[in-house]
């Protein structure tokens, strides 16, 4: 298991990347990464635009995981 400093860095550290894309929607990019982090699930649902599939996508990207969108 890992340390609560060793999890603190890695969240600032992915946080800090996923900033350097998405602008003006830390609370949203905190949420999905506490989300992840607890092993659970996430809905992003708002108004075209706001970059959620951005967020997601470069979440991804960071950490060299896939991406797959659900249309409905």
Do not use: H, W
Request: aromatic share 6%; charged share 20%.
């Amino acid at each position: 298991m890992s340390s609560l400093t060793t999890i603190g860095k890695d969240f600032q550290d992915v946080f800090k990347e996923l900033g350097k894309v998405v602008v003006g929607q830390q609370e949203v990019m905190k949420q999905v990464l506490v989300a992840i982090m607890c092993n659970g699930n996430a809905l992003l649902e708002s108004v075209p635009g706001l970059a959620k599939t951005l967020t997601i996508k470069t979440l991804a990207e960071i950490m060299e995981d896939r991406f797959l969108q659900i249309l409905y």
